[in-house]
């Protein structure tokens, strides 16, 4: 089974990104966009594990340090090579739950990532030839919430894009 750890967007957000994303889509070509559905910040990758090992990954998340709900700013629109995403802006509490969920499921066999954390919502990822204009939406406000929850997701590659059911949500301590 295929999983990983996120926020969930409020629908405002989602809407004001999927409002963006008609917009640009057109001029992206060669782009492979996200269907709003499945907009995230992705908290950690788990990867592929055995079914029988969804408890016990359940339990260690049970675990994580997540005392009260995290402020998020959706602002601007940047790229990493072959990734377009709108940028994440949260205090330190972001990354900090993001480092916890990794302790936690690392005694599972679980690896912690090789990359620094960079919180991001990807928006479209770049097929052959794909180009768009330097700078796009840089300006753009997507919305603010309060993160007070992740959820445990189970990810199932398909033709048509990925397919993203909730297994667990986990709450913060202070609603």
């Known amino acids: 089974m295929r999983l ?5 967007l409020p629908s405002d957000v989602r809407a004001s990104l999927e ?4 917009r640009h889509r057109p001029a992206g070509a060669g782009y ?18 055995p079914d029988a090992q969804v408890p016990a ?8 340090n997540f005392p009260s709900p995290i402020e998020i700013t959706v602002d601007g629109v940047g790229s990493f090579p072959n990734v377009l995403f709108a ?18 499921v690392f005694p599972l066999g679980i690896a912690p ?22 700078g796009l939406g840089a300006e753009e406000k997507f919305g603010r919430f309060a993160a007070d929850e992740f959820i445990l ?5 398909g033709p048509k894009g990925s397919t993203y059911t909730p297994l667990r949500r986990f709450r913060c301590l202070k609603p």
């Open 4 to 8: 990983f750890a996120a926020v969930d």
């Open 153 to 157: 997701y189970q990810s199932v590659l």
């Open 87 to 104: 940028n994440v802006q949260s205090t330190d509490a972001l990354a900090a739950l993001a480092r916890d969920i990794e302790q936690c």
């Open 32 to 49: 492979k966009w996200v269907a709003a559905a499945n907009l995230h910040i992705t908290l950690k990758f788990i990867g592929e594990r």
């Open 113 to 134: 990532e090789k990359r620094a954390f960079t919180p991001h919502l990807t928006l479209a990822r770049r097929k052959e030839g794909g180009r768009l204009p330097v």
């Open 57 to 64: 990954i359940s339990q260690a998340l049970a675990r994580v």
């Open 19 to 22: 409002r963006w994303t008609n």
